[in-house]
């Protein structure tokens, strides 16, 4: 990534977070992984002043308590987050889940690739891209 | 639905060249509009009804400039879901922290390897889904 802050991954699945977490090291990404369960979590991080900002979220959608759109719903609201590029990783090939998401401004979209390979592929993807692009500081 | 077009508002020519020689390189399937101002780009979104994949802005246009049309675009309830990459020349912290805030999916600062630049926006929203286009909807 452009910058050293950490990732900050929103996952329920704890298989899929372990996954994350295999693929950036297989790619020697030094970004810290912070991983939090659901939209709560996330919004206890980011709004707790002592935590450190991440560069980027990654954002699962179905999750229990707030899901993945209710929790953008909360960020774009959010004068001091808003601007917080958000990158959705999701199983969810819903038409109403790209709908929703996009018109919240997400900065992508990406299924959940099964084969791990592929996997390392989008996390390599994202990685490049957020290290060529500026991230809001 | 997947990448299938970028609309390139650029209204140095130069660049639009090396931004479609860069694209063809790569990709033969992904269309290129490339269009010189922002009026001419809203025109195009509106009241042609067109729905690019991704939009790939400069900031410094003639006329209207690009955080001019990034705030038009956010507030349209048809355009704001349209992902919007900023290309530009200014280091300015304050543009940056301006077009973030207006809900850009990308801010690359000028000069880079511009066929990097390409490479990486490509494969990047290449792994993107989107919304179905509505013109596509309209067709069946």
Redesign the interface.
């Known amino acids: 990534m452009k910058n050293n802050r950490p990732i900050l991954l929103v996952e329920d699945d704890k298989i899929d977070a372990m996954t994350v977490k295999r693929a950036m090291k297989d790619l020697k990404i030094t970004n810290s992984l912070i991983h939090v369960y659901n939209g709560i979590e996330a919004l206890d991080y980011l709004k707790n002043q002592s935590n450190e900002k991440p560069c980027i979220v990654l954002l699962d959608l179905n999750m229990p308590k707030m899901n993945g759109i209710e929790l953008l719903k909360n960020l774009?609201n959010d004068a001091s987050l808003?601007?917080?590029?958000v990158v959705v990783l999701t199983t969810s090939?819903a038409?109403k889940d790209?709908?929703e998401s996009?018109?919240l401004?997400?900065?992508?979209?990406?299924?959940k690739p099964v084969d791990y390979k592929q996997f390392v592929?989008?996390i390599k993807?994202?990685n490049?891209?957020w290290t060529?692009?500026?991230i809001?500081? | 639905m997947s990448l299938d077009s970028i609309l390139l508002i650029e209204d140095d020519k130069i660049n639009a060249l090396t931004f479609k020689k860069g694209l063809s390189r790569i990709s033969t399937d992904v269309e290129l509009i490339i269009l010189e101002t922002a009026e001419n780009a809203l025109h195009y979104l509106r009241n042609e009804g067109n729905t690019p994949s991704i939009i790939v802005l400069d900031l410094s246009l003639p006329k209207m400039n690009g955080t001019d049309f990034l705030a038009i675009i956010k507030n349209d309830a048809d355009l704001k879901g349209i992902p919007v990459i900023v290309l530009t020349t200014s280091t300015n912290p304050s543009n940056k922290i301006e077009c973030f805030n207006l809900q850009v999916a990308g801010y690359f600062v000028k000069p880079l390897d511009y066929f990097e630049l390409i490479e990486s926006i490509f494969n990047y929203w290449k792994k993107s889904e989107f919304v179905q286009a509505v013109k596509e909807k309209e067709n069946h």
């Open positions: 774009k808003k601007k917080l590029p090939n038409e790209k709908t996009f018109n401004s997400v900065a992508g979209y990406m299924l592929d989008v993807d994202i490049f891209y060529i692009s500026e809001p500081d």
